[in-house]
């Protein structure tokens, strides 16, 4: 497989509700790309919701399937919307940075905060005791060590995310 091959790929990172499926939907339907949500894979595979892994297997064990599911991911010319803990699968991440160029939609903690009203409604991955603003701290240094471009969606519509990243994108793809 030669190099630009390898790289057909947008792999989607960031906290829950930046927006990384919706942003992912559109930039494939704008690339003629398919799209993927790896949260998606790992509900079809269990055969059932986030949450309810998270429940029945415990916090490491969902990250040993998101890890599993994440690094098994066989794609080309796709946008992939992964999980907000992808990043703590590194077999995944190693695996995704190879397949593809990988995009961290940052948004700081303030907005994310107002748009994750049931944080455990969602499947997202919280250890005992810790807060949400925990997790965002202990979330970004990795966001920020697996990403190829980092993008501030900080006060940026859907379309205006699109077109600066779509505009960024052009030097990969």
Same mark, same amino acid.
């Given at each position: 497989m030669n190099e630009d091959a390898k790289k057909s790929n947008i792999i989607l990172i960031g906290m829950p509700g930046v927006g990384k499926s919706t942003i992912g939907v559109i930039l494939a339907k704008i690339l003629g790309y398919r799209f993927i949500d790896s949260d998606l894979l790992i509900q079809e @595979?269990? @055969?059932c919701l986030l949450k309810n892994i998270i429940d029945r297997e415990g916090v490491e064990g969902?990250? %040993?399937?998101?890890? @599993?599911?994440n690094a098994n991911i066989c794609a080309e010319h796709a946008v992939i919307a992964t999980g907000g803990s992808a990043i703590y699968g590194s077999e995944?991440? %190693?695996h995704l940075k190879e397949i593809g160029i990988t995009v961290y939609l940052q948004l700081s903690y303030h907005p994310l905060s107002t748009r994750l009203n049931n944080i455990r409604g969602r499947g997202v991955v919280l250890k005992p005791g810790q807060s949400l603003e925990d997790l965002y701290a202990e979330r970004i240094p990795l966001y920020e060590s697996y990403a190829d471009i980092i993008l501030n969606v900080e006060d940026l519509s859907v379309e205006s995310t699109l077109s600066a990243l779509t505009h960024r994108l052009e030097l990969y793809v």
């Open positions: @595979q269990e @055969q969902f990250l %040993a399937i998101e890890n @599993q599911v995944a991440m %190693a």
